[in-house]
T-cell receptor, first 110, second 115 residues
Framework: GEDVEQSLFLSVREGDSSVINCTYTDSSSTYLYWYKQEPGAGLQLLTYIFSNMDMKQDQRLTVLLNKKDKHLSLRIADTQTGDSAIYFCAVNDNTDKLIFGTGTRLQVFP | EPEVTQTPSHQVTQMGQEVILRCVPISNHLYFYWYRQILGQKVEFLVSFYNNEISEKSEIFDDQFSVERPDGSNFTLKIRSTKLEDSAMYFC?????????????FGEGSRLTVL
């Protein structure tokens, strides 16, 4: 079945850009998502990209999709301390369900 | 902004007891889901529900679990005879279109602790 992998940790300085990477195995994924989870909170939909797109930009967020390499990334420009959270990549496998990655814990330090 | 709401936020129960977790999906959404996240692990799909019936379920969703939409607004997950390993955060989600199709919104989660 589909497998989604992410690196576990990322640490960046405030004001720098953060890039969180994700790889997946199922090339038929239609929608690919990024969710943010703050401590003790739920899953907040940040952005998503349709599989026929290469890039999507939404304010400080840029999503890049490389379908050939099955690689998805989320770039956060001008990272702030409030961006510290766990970021989950998730892909839709053309059924009803999303397959989530392990999550990347982003730590932003001053 | 419309949101998915879940109750309770935290429930503690004894092993063997039954629990019901409640969710109010976004009002114009037609597809409803339950996911769970065991501490430190991935978020896992449990079940999807559409048109008053289960449309897909995972291997985790065995006879111990059931879902229901008892009225026009609530969507519930019942866990019978709870086990220690059922301790997790349970997330409800809803969407207008099947499988999320771009917009899949989650609630804040209900933390279940089984003692």
């Amino acid at each position: 079945g589909e497998d989604v992998e992410q690196s576990l940790f990322l640490s960046v300085r405030e004001g720098d850009s953060s890039v969180i990477n994700c790889t997946y195995t199922d090339s038929s994924s239609t929608y690919l998502y990024w969710y943010k989870q703050e401590p003790g909170a739920g899953l907040q939909l940040l952005t998503y990209i349709f599989s026929n797109m290469d890039m999507k930009q939404d304010q400080r967020l840029t999503v890049l999709l490389n379908k050939k390499d099955k690689h998805l990334s989320l770039r956060i420009a001008d990272t702030q301390t409030g961006d510290s959270a766990i970021y989950f990549c998730a892909v839709n496998d053309n059924t009803d369900k999303l397959i989530f990655g392990t999550g990347t814990r982003l730590q932003v330090f001053p | 902004e419309p949101e998915v709401t879940q109750t309770p936020s935290h429930q503690v129960t004894q092993m063997g007891q039954e629990v019901i977790l409640r969710c109010v999906p976004i009002s114009n959404h037609l597809y409803f889901y339950w996911y769970r996240q065991i501490l430190g692990q991935k978020v896992e799909f449990l079940v999807s529900f559409y048109n008053n019936e289960i449309s897909e379920k995972s291997e985790i969703f065995d006879d111990q679990f059931s879902v229901e939409r008892p009225d026009g607004s609530n969507f519930t997950l019942k866990i019978r005879s709870t086990k220690l390993e059922d301790s997790a955060m349970y997330f409800c989600a809803s969407s207008e279109d099947r499988g999320g199709a771009g917009e899949l919104f989650f609630g804040e989660g209900s933390r279940l602790t089984v003692l």
